[in-house]
């Protein structure tokens, strides 16, 4: 992913990484970019990023980033443009974003799968008994942002899967940080994947082994006019 960034923008001189967090993705476009510049509206996340002699971490709020007109050669942003107010944020992409730049928004659906049928399939139950606890904006993330307006030239993007190695404690692990199953936990007072585990454990199988987990990644790319 961060190479096509690097080979699709205009120039290599300057990104900006906005709704930063803990600076995953600023980390590692500074190793393809001269300066990054990663912004994020909460203090508490920005306290926790990753440092690199690259990075210039500030507090800003997405659509008033105050970085210069027309200075950045690429604008990115991870598992977050779904939250902001686009009314105001896309004038200040434009703003920012050069002439010819490249503007890059991705998120992951949530919705993993491990590569065997009964597996999957309780995936798919565990989503099902947490309908009613995701926020709204799931949608637009399981969508592929497609359904946001993007109001630059837009490019193909290519189908990329992110993939990890996951143990059953490692599944339920990630699970756990799902907003639905806090809301869930809130609501009715019992932890929605303790029960599931139980169920899947025997799918599983004993000793614990490793299943590689794939993520579909929703990108959208597009040029400054």
Known sequence: LF????????????????????????VALAERFAR??????????????????RVAYRLAR????????????????AQAVHWFDLDAFWPEARRVVRPGGLVAVWGYDRRLTLGEA???????ELYRRLDAYWPPERWILEGGYRSLPF??????APRL??????????????????????????ARGEDPVAAWEEEVRPL?????RRRT???VLGLRLGRVR
């Open 3 to 26: 190479d096509l960034l690097a080979e699709l923008a205009p120039a290599r001189a300057l990104a900006w990484d906005c709704a930063t967090g803990s600076g995953q993705a600023a």
């Open 36 to 53: 990054v510049v990663a912004t994020d509206a909460s203090r508490q996340q920005l306290a926790h990023a990753t440092a690199h002699p």
């Open 62 to 77: 997405a659509e008033a980033s105050g970085l210069e007109s027309d200075s950045a050669d690429l604008l990115t942003v």
């Open 118 to 124: 009964a597996l999957d399939a309780a995936m798919q």
């Open 151 to 156: 109001p630059f030239a837009e490019l193909p």
């Open 161 to 186: 899967d992110m993939q990890a190695e996951l143990d059953l404690a490692a599944l339920t692990g990630y699970c756990r940080t799902w907003s639905a199953v806090r809301r869930y936990l809130q």
């Open 204 to 208: 599983w199988g004993d000793p614990p």
């Open 213 to 215: 987990a794939r993520w």
